[in-house]
């Protein structure tokens, strides 16, 4: 959790805060400010942090913007968004069809997506995981990691026990010291145990690809 900070007397934009207001749902901060044409608003604190607001809507004819429709993190929440529910974007096999979808507060808002993101260790060289692969991207299952990360843990998906050791199959390939392509595809196309696939050398393969 990030620590608290007093926002009060600071300036966005064309707002100023003047006080701490009630909390958005799930805990986050809101900030009532003053606007430089007069009227006063509440913003949410990472959208003044962020930028996304910077006036009561005086700046765009009443409407906010983010301003951020070019920016790596936009593309990522679009990217989220369709392959949870256009089936024209690639993955949507993987996503959508299988019922993964985006929570309504991000799916609704970018800026709360944005807030989330910036609050909770967003980088330019980094994606969102969700952490259950069996639920929808919101707040309380996803998190942000590296690329690397994110193969390994989908390789991580195929667990596998052997000599009473669990690993998953990417650690089991690092200590007999075996491709993991190669390992996993002798298991999925070929139908081979995990002993067989992890120990038999290539040549025997080569002879006995029907056995």
């Known amino acids: 959790m990030s620590a608290f900070i007093d ?5 966005y934009g064309k707002l100023t805060v003047i006080r701490r207001a009630e909390n ?6 809101r ?12 913003v949410r604190g990472g959208n003044l942090s962020c930028g996304a607001v910077k006036s009561c809507g005086c700046l765009t004819g009443g409407k906010t913007t983010h301003n951020m429709s070019k920016t790596r993190l936009y593309r990522e929440w679009a990217s989220i968004k369709g392959r949870c529910y256009y089936k024209s974007q690639v993955g949507y096999k993987s996503y959508g069809a299988r019922g993964i979808k985006m929570c309504d507060e991000w799916l609704n808002s970018f800026e709360t997506f944005a807030e989330w993101a910036l609050s ?6 980094l994606t969102i995981e969700r952490i259950d692969n069996e639920k929808d991207y919101s707040p309380d299952n ?17 667990a596998i026990t052997y000599k009473g050791e669990t690993r998953n199959l990417s650690e089991w390939c690092k200590i007999y010291g075996k491709d993991y392509r190669f390992v996993h595809n002798r298991m999925r196309k070929l139908g ?17 690809r029907k056995d």
Request: glycine share 10%; hydrophobic share 30%; net charge positive.
């Open 31 to 42: 900030w009532e400010c003053l606007c430089e044409c007069g009227k006063t608003t509440i």
């Open 142 to 158: 996803c998190k942000w990691i590296s690329l690397g990360e994110q193969a390994n843990n989908r390789r991580s998906n195929i």
């Open 192 to 208: 081979w145990d995990f002993e067989r696939a992890i120990l038999e050398p290539v040549h025997v393969e080569k002879r006995n």
């Open 120 to 125: 909770n260790g967003y980088k330019d060289d």
């Open 24 to 29: 958005a749902p799930g805990g986050i901060a």
């Open 7 to 11: 926002k009060t007397g600071k300036k």
